[in-house]
């Protein structure tokens, strides 16, 4: 697999209450206008509450969580079958606030494949990475949970987790790498793509922004400068 | 409190193909009419995945589970509030198939009332549901786990479990009780409602039904009739 | 079940490094000391790792924990029934610190009471204290776990946990009941018998001391007065 | 890193009735005897409840579990660092009956190489072998986990498994693998080693064997000449 097209500017909504009722749903408007004005691609990382409903305001959403289980008698879990037929896009999987072992990420990104979903899962390091990069995994997005939610960014803190995670996955097979993890601002996110990586996950720059518009603007302007060089 | 003024017919949708999709909102629609021609309550029990737009086409739509975390950076976890904000009427707690501990249960129940949903808790047996008793519910589902999905019924099998969860639950707080596990058809949901129940927790029952509009109606009619002698 | 002839002095030792080695097998003769001298009951609840070689050292040990697993292929769990094969006495389940769903305390407590162990069962509120009444456990103890640790004794802060605990856990069945949390002296100790309670359960006061034996010397001393009277 | 100088028969003793009390002591001693006649090491991996009594009998035991906390306030959990105070020379992780996330098996591998243990990791598949291959372990373990207790040997059933582990792990590092899963008999433990492995994981052939110590004996016997091949 060569390079991406264009890079990636993932946004986990997680549970802010911004992530809820009309505020979501504006956002999902403003991701579609953010997509088309600047080429990035924007994945909104919806919770599964209201996925399947923006899913059908903006074509790009993921769901924050499938759970290891199939159709059938589960109470309150979700399978990944269930996305697709919801008309969800993609699943996150493994993600820092939301970890599963190993065998069950395996189990959820085989049906989420399967049901023709994209998969994004989530690594604390480059060893956690290399682990994934064994799945048919789209994206593999790296995270050192120290720096989540700090507004310290990854790309200059620590960029040796994003090029350690970039050489340990490709040491297994191709799968673009986004970075996360502190990255409020253009700079950061434009710095994580020269440092190789096919994008950016971000959280709360956008989903507490005074105007989460601009912020999912000035991220993505950022990284398709530093994309073009 | 008193007596209920009608029975109730909860159905788990659980996480079946049956839950999802086009074949779900086709439930929905049936339940509203059930319900209006019955005059039995009829809740809906619904995935997190659907249960808002459910609720958009029926009023009487539960969430199967909500986890013990406020609005916040949680990641692929539903917090009762948003339920609320998403239009969706209440939230089942610790099913058999999602238990959780004490004190969690205890969190999202709190949290649930605040945010003015009403909230059905699972026990698996009289002591669970004594417990359970203590929090601010509308009502305990008692269900022994041995008999989920069997299609043998605990209003026969296991009437003790419904007679001394009652007992137990009233020994704390007057809560409806409601009775689950095995219940299949009219005379199991009819003598539920005859040890003292203020109704039945069903879901393979309804979901694997060829008709489950038909099979929602038998149950309600029986404990329409019951109810009344 | 009338009142027990004695007062219980119940030092769960955590995982403190005092909890381990030297330091463990110091505690277990100073126990036996303390129990002799003042006919307080004292109860060691060692670490998985330790309560089998303490308990050839000390008569009155408990584990912290049981698995609600039985022999078998489990790796890394400790079924009840191991605990009386080595030698221990009883078992600790549910505590604040290592919380069960229901239904796993209740298998828990029903291996341990086939193999013969005493279960000391614990509780946040008075709430959790009545389902776990339900089952065959010989101590329930409450312990607000806001409290745990802080110094602040439950005795004097929250009085109502547990006269609240006591009347909630009588409804159902009369079982000694320890309170917990913040108790470090002997007044609290005291207090905690004068509420009624059938002893303490206290964990840093003693594990932290400069003088363990001291201080267990000086909580069973105040409860045995306290006793009395 | 180069080959081991001698083949490694490491038995899972599980929660077995055979794992605790005089039997346990004695399968202890009857290790002694094989690994000083044949030549193989012998790690027996004990349950927590006995691992420090055993090491006290036999010098090469390895405790099943140890959880991701350090000395302090846990209950029921065992810091990896306890282990090295009570004397037991390693600990294995990650075993298919006890998963852990990533993040806590980093954790619990770092304590215990800091404590002066020895790290067995255990791995479903190459794609997690690849992972834990980026700690400082000492040995990973391959087990699929369908295998397991069956009877039918990895080394003949699946061989693939063996050797794609094999390679992952050498892409990341030199790591000794051990293969584990259906091993019986002193043929499949041979094969194991034939396929590069550096010994075996046995659990059920040797633990439910009439006569553990010959079973330990033939195992080891059939890997000590495979080695010198």
Known sequence: MGRLERPVLAVNMKAYDSAFGERARDLARAAGRVSSSTGVRVILVAPLLNAASLAAIYED???????????????????AEAL????????????????????DVERVVESAKKAGLEVLACADTPGEAAGLAFMRVDFIAVEPPELIGTGIPVSKAKPEVITGALEA???VREVPVLAGAGITGGEDAARAVELGSAGVLVASAVMKAADPESKMRELAEAMSRAWRR
Do not use: C, W
Not at 61 to 73: L, M, R, S, T, W
Not at 84 to 103: D, P, Q, T
């Open 84 to 103: 697709a037929l919801e008309g969800v896009r993609g699943v996150m999987v493994n993600h820092s606030e939301h970890k599963m072992i190993y065998r």
């Open 61 to 79: 959403v993921y769901a924050q969580h499938a759970d290891p289980v199939g159709f059938g008698a589960y109470t309150g879990f979700t399978p």
């Open 169 to 171: 996955v490709r040491r």
